[in-house]
């Protein structure tokens, strides 16, 4: 069976974390990405750190399964190399300044002023117009102009996410907006231009805070690992560590006070009735299941809820995740190249039951120029002095180490 995207070809002119969440998206889905890269040093996130046998951690999880050319757009001969490939392809991602594009003839309408099918994506932090427009846009900075960061944290403190929530939220709506703008274009041949910003994509997550705010005038609380609008909802001491119990139904609360804790006169008491009730009694609902959980290990409470039904968890720390036993058991590990040696990956979560995703290797910066070069039309001659020249870069041929078991 095939991929669903094999036969497509995206040209991403990207960099950090959003765009090129995007086009992986669309390279695991089977779609052959050209990723155009600046000679020298690349990406900015393969020098973030180097701690996956010398490359950017980031860079390993957001990269693999495309090729690398690096090419100076700044240089007439590698803005010609990167529009002939354009050309050809069904797809055009960047996330450059903004400006950027049009100043290098890069824009939608340049581009689909000869090539009207094209699909052009451009994300950027706040979108054109307005007084942010030109504003730089890492993570942190749209977490907290979105608002992200005033529900976040504990009451004491605010936070921003442990993850690029913002670089992820944007980099999701530009793989979807492709793929709607592709299945469109098999209908009508309509290509399309597209706008995605990570303020907007990071305001859209944020809907429920904002109707609480719209409609109540009320901001929602920074409330930990609990929630402003349900109770119990929280982590509960056991004898030796602790449980997240979030209950979401009254029959779940029932179920919890009877079933779990013997407790029908906690099922059927006045203050706990219904979720309304258990928030606006929600120190008191806290202690009463406290007091119960207390009196058990992490281990049998976690086996008596999840044999109940009751919705529960532990806090797995980042080493317990990459051992998680579902994982393991739904075998959801493969293993990819990198220029320094084999990596384990997850598998993307979306499955298809008839076929894999493709998963391809990590490139090297500059792997893929002198082919692509050629493909492009370029001469041997010509190939090569651009890159004696500085204005393209190519790798040499790597010999992958077995991964570190």
């Known amino acids: 069976m095939t991929l669903p995207l094999e036969g497509y070809t995206v040209i991403a002119v990207e960099q950090a974390v959003a765009a090129p ?3 992986r998206q669309l390279a695991d889905l089977g779609a052959r990405v ?4 600046r000679p020298g040093d690349g990406d900015l996130a393969r020098g973030y750190d180097h701690l996956v046998h010398g490359t950017g951690s980031h860079f390993v999880w957001l990269n693999r399964g495309k090729e690398s050319l690096a090419v100076d757009l700044k240089d007439p001969a590698g803005r010609d190399v990167v529009g002939r490939l354009i050309a050809e392809a069904d ?56 608002g992200l960061v005033s529900i976040t944290g504990t009451p004491a403190e605010a936070v921003k996410t442990g993850i690029p929530t913002a670089d992820i939220a944007s980099g999701m709506y530009c793989t979807q907006a492709v793929l709607a703008a592709l299945l469109r274009r098999e209908r009508t041949g309509e290509g399309a ?13 944020m809907g429920h805070p904002m109707y609480v705010q719209l409609y109540a005038d009320r901001q929602i ?9 349900i109770a119990p909802y929280d982590a509960y001491p056991t004898i030796d560590g602790q449980v997240l119990i979030g209950i979401q139904s009254d029959s779940g609360w029932r179920t919890l006070a009877t079933s779990v804790f013997g407790n029908d006169a906690l099922a059927s008491d006045s203050r706990f009735t219904t979720n309304v009730l258990r928030v606006e009694n929600r120190a008191a609902c806290d202690a009463a299941v406290a007091e119960h959980t ?18 529960a968890a532990q806090v797995s720390s980042v080493r317990d995740l990459v051992e998680h036993p579902q994982l393991q058991a739904r075998r959801r590990w493969r293993t990819v190249d990198t220029e320094g040696g084999q990596v384990q990956a997850l598998l993307p979560p979306v499955t298809f039951q008839d076929v894999e995703a493709a998963m391809g290797d990590v490139p090297a910066l500059g792997q893929h120029t002198l082919n692509l070069l050629a ?13 004696q020249r500085g204005a393209a870069t190519q790798h040499s041929n790597r010999q992958p180490q077995e991964a570190l078991s």
């Open 21 to 23: 969440l995007a086009s």
């Open 34 to 37: 050209i990723k155009v890269e």
């Open 91 to 146: 797809v055009f991602l960047q996330n450059l300044a903004p400006g950027a594009a049009a100043r290098l003839g890069l824009d939608a309408d340049t581009l689909r002023a000869t090539k009207p099918e094209l699909v052009v994506v451009n994300l950027s932090g706040y979108g054109a117009g307005g007084d942010m427009e030109t504003r730089k846009a890492y993570d942190m900075l749209v977490q907290a102009e979105a």
């Open 193 to 205: 231009t597209i706008e995605v910003t990570m303020f907007e994509a990071t305001a859209e997550w």
């Open 221 to 229: 609380p920074r409330m930990g690992l609990s929630h402003a609008a």
């Open 294 to 311: 207390s009196r058990w290990t992490t281990a049998d409470l976690s086996a008596r809820l999840a044999e109940t039904g009751v919705p």
């Open 375 to 387: 493909e492009a039309g370029i001469s041997s001659a010509d190939a090569h002095s651009l890159v």
